[in-house]
């Protein structure tokens, strides 16, 4: 193997990866937000909601938690447009991420609402709690600190995940890494830098995520 490292031409690129991965982090915060307000409502809706919103939020669950995350996000960058419906690059991926992350959580989140304590509803019940004011003041705070450590594991897989949004031109962190790679042709540094960002960018969100539920969470129940 005659190749040789490098690395000092791809330096002065470095810019453009930091900037990439801002851009997939924005990706990932945007959706997993969105995904988890799709998630609370329809897990909601599958514990306390009617029956016929229950077969439709089933229907919803199934479909993207079969079809492969790649394949929604072309159907809604490639096929509404022949609908009238024009999404820029971004917007189909986060739109799709969304989506597909609001399934997922729907089922994680149901776990969580399933976990409440009967005698804290009962309690709640005999104080006159509507049903919002139960899911409000009783089941959220103790879901939140159930699903805490799902949530982050999901939140982590997301911000891996963006790195399909390449194939739709979006410059993230991966999508920079592709251009880079057809200026330089230098692509053994530049994907195992782009590695190295992931790694870093996975291991800044644990250790925030951690920080965070150590914090709302050890903190309430007088643990530190």
């Not at 909601?44 to 993207?64: D, E, H, M, P, T």
Request: aromatic share 14%; proline share 3%.
């Amino acid at each position: 193997m005659s190749y040789t490292l490098q690395y000092g031409q791809i330096w002065p690129y470095l810019p453009r990866l930091f900037d990439g991965a801002w851009i997939a982090l924005q990706i990932a915060v945007l959706a997993f937000c969105g995904g988890l307000a799709i998630g609370t409502a329809c897990a909601a809706v599958k514990s306390f909601g009617a029956r016929w919103l229950v077969r439709i939020v089933n229907v919803y669950v199934v479909f993207f938690t079969n079809t492969p995350q790649l394949v929604q996000i072309y159907f809604l960058y490639f096929a509404l447009p022949d609908m009238g419906v024009l999404l820029s690059s971004f917007a189909a991926v986060l739109i799709g991420m969304t989506l597909n992350a609001g399934a997922y959580l729907t089922e994680i989140q149901r776990a969580g609402f399933e976990s409440r304590r009967v005698s804290e509803m009962e309690a709640a019940e005999v104080l006159g709690f509507s049903r919002l004011q139960q899911i409000r003041y009783v089941i959220l705070p103790h879901m939140a600190r159930v699903l805490f450590p799902p949530l982050s594991n999901h939140f982590i897989i997301m911000t891996l995940g963006t790195s399909m949004a390449a194939v739709f031109g979006v410059e993230e962190l991966t999508g920079q890494a592709f251009n880079i790679n057809s200026q330089t042709f230098r692509s053994i540094e530049i994907f195992s830098v782009t590695a190295l960002f992931y790694v870093a960018l996975t291991l800044a969100a644990s250790v925030l995520l951690a920080a965070i539920g150590r914090y709302a969470f050890r903190a309430r129940t007088g643990l530190i």
